[in-house]
């Protein structure tokens, strides 16, 4: 939710909230303020009837609002100010009043002075508030948003404008990250922590991606050498079979040396994104044609390969990635699948699965992408290749979901991308 949002809806949950106490409390102080002043004019009223009786020595009631009632001394009671319900004939219903009594002797004989005056119901004066409060607290709510808007578009402007150029900034670039000023003293602070801070990154990581181009170098040129020298020395005469044997396993062990350092330069190149370059693929394409390349591993091992595509699957990645994945996933199945056995892969609009078969499920699933991780020790796996497929899943929001059903290992991709 963006600032500005939340600080609207803020001002509306609690303005509603002081509207609603605002409305009560001036309800009840404009209530207490009309009955006092109500009452002092009844009072004044009552003293006007006295002063006519005393120089008349009568008056003529008005029923309901001015009364006088003679009285015996013994009905003289103390002076009183209150709410009295009156029945209205002509509507038909019970009317509020409000009402004064006063008692008066004049001349010996004692009298009893009502006066009444009519009050608004409670509904009318909570209906007229309510609409006076709600256009009062309307026009301050309107006011307060147009300002706020106002003032964000001048604060935040130039914050925004630096949150994009974060956004789009990447230390792959050969750029420096130049935020702007914003003339605000926390957001310029800010921006020099942010800029003090990808210094440092960018530094580190420029270091860490030197570090392994060179470290792949250096260490891919003794390989190649001890390769050749291998093969020279598989070209000597006079070499007995446990010679031969040990440069057979000095030419392996370097080969696969070789490749494991490749895989770890892959995937430092990934981490660094290096490979920020896409296209549309399709992956049913791109499948058969990786099956095709390996038609003469399946013949050797009596495998067969069974593709079905409900729909074809197009994803936007970078071509050599994409097609390292397919060839790590199946090479795996191959590796793992026993002889004369279907490998089987379903395509869909937004996943695809690849099974083999296989005796028992993976033990530890969890750590099958791991880098280096191996189910057991005598497998010549490198244990890097399904570390590879992870690596290149992450990188364009894929997930993984491992299952063994039926006495197939499957492994499923789904797609955010098809």
């Known amino acids: 939710m963006k600032l500005l949002s939340k600080i609207n809806r803020t001002y509306f949950k609690y303005g509603l909230f002081v509207f609603l106490i605002a409305d009560v409390v001036i309800i009840l102080m404009s209530n207490y303020i009309l009955k006092d002043e109500m009452d002092q004019q009844l009072k004044m009223e009552t003293e006007v009837i006295a002063e006519t009786v005393r120089r008349e020595g009568n008056f003529h009631s008005v029923y309901p609002t001015d009364i006088v009632e003679k009285i015996s001394y013994s009905e003289i009671g103390i002076e009183t100010s209150k709410d009295t319900l009156l029945y209205e004939a002509s509507e038909g219903e019970l009317t509020p009043y409000r009402e004064c009594t006063v008692y008066k002797s004049i001349k010996g004989k004692h009298y009893r002075i009502t006066t009444r005056q009519m009050l608004m ?13 709600s256009t009062v607290l309307g026009l301050i709510f309107v006011l307060v948003l147009l300002f706020t808007q106002k003032m964000n578009a001048i604060l935040w402007g130039t914050f925004n404008k630096n949150v994009e150029l974060l956004k789009n900034y990447s230390f792959s670039s050969n750029e420096k990250l130049q935020l702007n000023t914003t003339g605000i003293d926390e957001f310029d602070d800010l921006n020099q922590v942010v800029t003090s801070m990808s210094n440092r990154l960018e530094k580190d990581y420029r270091a860490s991606k030197e570090f392994s181009a060179n470290a792949a170098h250096e260490l891919q040129t003794p390989l190649a050498i001890i390769r050749n020298k291998c093969e020279n020395l598989f070209s000597e005469k006079n070499l007995n079979d446990e010679t031969i044997q040990s440069i057979r396993e000095i030419y392996l062990s370097t080969d696969r040396l070789s490749g494991i350092t490749k895989a770890l330069l892959l ?22 044609l990786r099956v095709e390349n390996l038609k003469d591993i399946l013949q050797d091992r009596n495998l067969s390969v069974d593709i079905s595509a409900a729909e074809d699957c197009l994803v936007k990645m970078d071509m050599r990635l994409a097609s390292l994945l397919i060839q790590n996933i199946t090479t795996n199945a191959i590796n793992y699948s026993p002889s004369s056995k279907i490998i089987e892969i379903k395509i869909a609009q937004n996943q695809f699965s690849i099974s083999n078969y296989g005796e028992k499920p993976i033990q530890n699933a969890e750590s099958i992408f791991n880098r280096f991780y191996k189910e057991s020790e005598s497998s010549k796996s490198t244990g890097i290749g399904l570390a590879l497929v992870k690596k290149i899943a992450d990188h364009y929001g894929m997930t993984i979901h491992y299952n063994f059903n039926n006495c197939k290992h499957q492994f499923t991709f789904s797609l955010s991308l098809c």
């Open 121 to 133: 119901e409670f509904d009318d004066i909570f209906s007229l508030y309510t609409a006076l409060i």
């Open 267 to 288: 995937l430092a190149k990934i981490d660094h994104g290096q490979f920020n370059d896409t296209e549309e693929i399709s992956l049913h394409q791109l499948i058969q």
